[in-house]
């Protein structure tokens, strides 16, 4: 049974209260001021999660899923950018009202990122043993021996053999799997209640991915912490995510829980991604492909953000933006073939 | 089977890399790739699959001598005469290093890649083009895409004036870029457009054999396929022959007709593409395609995994000796912590570096060894 709500623009229904989520926002904006005009790269994302949920924040680049992350984190330069939500909580408590000081403790101890890069932020100038002990005594007080047996501890919990000798390896001699299993160490020294993973496995091949992939699922099975995993690759976030919510120009435009996402996909958006990714299973003498680009953030077309290029469009959807329907529940979309299906 | 185009012997490069940054200097040489032997035929996508790190890049590198082998072969655009004479006085492996045999050393020394002169390479350079995975690295950022694209065409005195305009704006059209973009700053392109200019620099030359080293690994999937369908379609248009390197077997699939898989330097399994997936012989390789996830849309993914021999630590584990997949290897035996499989050809044009497999008839394409 289907049930269809049309909801007012901008913000979900929940279809069940949840009694405490673990991070709940609603209504989030970005937006960048620059001599050009104002470009706004979150446009109205509202999601929430629970403890230890992994939710997949998939999309093209430049769809908003970083800014997203950065902004949660206030990461951004707060001089050149704007964040706004109607709500912005971590277990509760507001992000947005926070001091500085307050947020530094919030991020690397109870919500920590991991980066797209690992080589870029790790030091070339300390051993990777040191900047893990750095960061355990920057947010736990114990003393400097308690702390680098937690950074052994926590190199063999990532998969490193012989973790007392890898201890003292600077980053140029870790290897691109040994230097991001290094950052997830990082990340996950201090038992965050968040993690938030940025491209992780994207570069890796097949069988590294899936052994990052194992170990993330172990550290949720280990620490519970929930996940938002950020990525362009589907196939990769499948494997992973509870929830899956696709984004496009700075909008979700679909969310639902994995296997209904697969199964019954519904925006033009998320159907036209799946159809392009190519299947090992079948060779295809012409991949499809969704033709143009997606809208730079200081020009959004009127209407659906997706008009100018979705194979469905009709003409409501270039001068009308279009609301979230709920299509069963839990699973979302933001589309004007919504209404359509509502009424046959 | 088509002409070959371009054919590698035993190539090796190693590194030497400093072991540890401030106390001490000492040297550590890794060997990126070692004793690799494939030819690519006219015509045909040669798919190099691999994780990363495994050494394609440094592989496409010394073909073209970007990179300087330590040891090895590279022969491009011989005919079947000179090929002929070149195998002919090649002495039989084992008798010496053919240093004894004088017509040997001239014929190789002449015609190989990677010891002939700069000037004599230089006609080679135009004949073999490469484009890589963020080709922005690769552009002078305060050159327009008109200079870009103009600068091979220069360098190689191709064309008045007049002429290299012409080319260069067929070339944008070709790559399915506007005329306008000739104005612009590479910085003002999205990573698929800097790709397509990338594309142009590489074809601007008419080159016979193009290296596309990760060309869409950085890129969005629906990018990425529109890429992968334009180098399709090029290659057919001008007739080129492309080495297509990629970690993404699905990637591979789709664009190659033959492909070869690589681990830890080394090529393991050679084959056409269709029956190395309807067929992989290498337990890396049936590794790599169990691997992969597979999404039907409408059917929900499938992520039933093969369970291989897990330990995800024994990645880092680098043999000098031996076969270089033993950590993962699920049928591993005590043989290949010391025997270096060779590749051999088990079925026609398929061939596989194991010892697990039955010893063939067929051919050696390089000859395993011992340590
Ligand atoms: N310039 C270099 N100096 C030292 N080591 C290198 C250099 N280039 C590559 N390597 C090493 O050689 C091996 C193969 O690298 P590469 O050819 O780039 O692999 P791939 O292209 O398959 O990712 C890796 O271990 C890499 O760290
Ligand atoms: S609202 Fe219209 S243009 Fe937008 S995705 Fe739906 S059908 Fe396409
Ligand atoms: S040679 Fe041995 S270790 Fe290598 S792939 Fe074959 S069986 Fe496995
Ligand atoms: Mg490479």
Redesign the pocket.
Known sequence: MISLTRLTNGTLKRTAPEMNPLLEIRNLQTSFHTPYGTGRAVNGVSFSMNKGEIIGLAGESGSGKTMTALSILRLLPENKVHISAEALRFNGLDLLSMTDEEMRMIRGHKISMIFQDPVAFLNPAFTIGQQLTDTILTHMKISKQEAAALAVETLSKVGFTAPEHKFHYYPHQL??GMAQRTMIAQAIVTRPQLLIADEIATSLDATLQNQIIDLMLLIRQELSSAMILITHNLALISQMADRIAMMYAGEIVEIADKENLFRNPFHPYTIGLLESIPRIDKKSEFLKTIPGNIPDIFHYPAGCNFSDRCPRVMEICCHKKPGYYELSPGHKALCWLGERAATT | MNRILLKACNLS?T???KKSLFFSNRMER????RNISFQLYQGETFGLV????????????TLLRL?KADDGEVYFGLTQEQFLKLESARPLTGIGDGEENQEYRALRSQYNLTEMSEKSLFPYRRKIQIIFQNPYSSFNPRLRVREILEEPLLIHGVGSKQDREETLYEMLEKVGLNRDYAKRFPNEFSGGQQQRIGIARALILNPELLIA??PVSSLDVSVQAQIINLINRIRRDMHLTVLF?S?DLSVIRQVADRAAV?YG?RLMEIAPTEALFANPLHPYTDLLIKSAPVIRIGQGSDFSRWEYHHDPARNEV?YETGCSFRAKCRDAMPVCEQLIPGLLEVQPEHFVACHRLPVPTGTLQNKGSLS
């Open positions: 290897s691109g | 490069k590194f030497t890399v890794v060997a990126a790739i691999g994780e990363s790190g495994c050494g394609k890049s440094t592989l496409s590198k990179l080293d990760e390197i970690h690589m330097g680098v």
